[in-house]
């Protein structure tokens, strides 16, 4: 099960852009990134999945390298309501080996803007 | 709004105590799973079920069980409740993406709070 890494804390301004970088070295071929958000006492909110390259929504762009190893959440102009902890999660949900199921969120990134 | 409904939203309840907390699933999502947050800490998977079966275990106690029904909604059990059972209990569920091959995304619900006095 792939193991992931990202930093604790991370701090920015209103309007600035924030990029999350999280570090899985040994994501396997079936495993998907996924980022949620989450605000105090309320449940995790998914953002945004990948697989590979770059992929982009209304709300953020995820970025990954072609050996997969890594991805990067950007963020951008952020708000005071960005305020948050992202976590950034590896697996195979709901596939062949459905590996998700045993995978343990991390500490996750709290993300803090200031005006 | 995930689609993921939990009940009831919160709950005090004293030690010793047992208590059942509900989970209904996004419409036609198969897979449910149970998280456990303590106060300032992480997501702690407790356990996974898929269509009625349990798929993966996590750390959950042997104080607390879950089951999955035929309609696919799901009930976690808490029993002999200590002090430290108090949390945020979280159920999501699984959905298939439509744009790719394998790849699911979990959807959360808004959890249950359980205290214990």
């Known amino acids: 099960l792939a193991k992931t890494t990202q930093p604790i804390s991370m701090d920015s301004y209103e309007g600035q852009e924030v990029n999350i970088t999280c570090s899985h070295n040994n994501i396997a071929t079936n495993d998907y990134i996924t980022w949620y958000q989450q605000f105090p006492s309320q449940g995790p909110r998914f953002i945004i999945q990948g697989y590979k390259t770059k992929v982009t929504n209304e709300v953020a762009s995820l970025f990954i390298p072609a050996d997969r190893k890594s991805s990067t959440l950007s963020l951008p102009r952020v708000s005071l309501s960005d305020t948050a902890v992202y976590y950034c999660l590896v697996g195979d949900i709901g596939g062949a080996t459905d590996s998700w199921g045993k995978f343990q969120f991390g500490a996750g990134t709290q993300v803090v803007v200031t005006p | 709004d995930s689609g993921v409904t939990q009940t009831p939203k919160h709950l005090i309840t004293a030690t010793g105590q047992r208590v059942t907390l509900r989970c209904s699933p996004r419409s036609g999502d198969l897979s449910v799973y149970w998280y456990q947050q303590s106060l300032d800490q992480g997501l702690q998977f407790l356990i996974q079920?898929?269509?009625?079966?349990?798929?993966a275990k996590g750390n959950i106690l042997e104080r607390f069980s879950a089951q999955q029904f035929p309609d696919l909604h799901s009930e976690l059990n808490l029993s002999s409740l200590e002090l430290g059972d108090s949390a945020l209990y979280f159920c999501?569920?699984?959905?298939?993406?439509?744009?790719?091959?394998?790849?699911?995304?979990?959807?959360f619900g808004e959890g249950s709070w359980l205290t214990v006095v």
């Open positions: 999501a569920s699984s959905v298939r993406r439509t744009d790719s091959p394998f790849g699911n995304t979990i959807y």
């Open positions: 079920y898929y269509n009625g079966e349990e798929r």
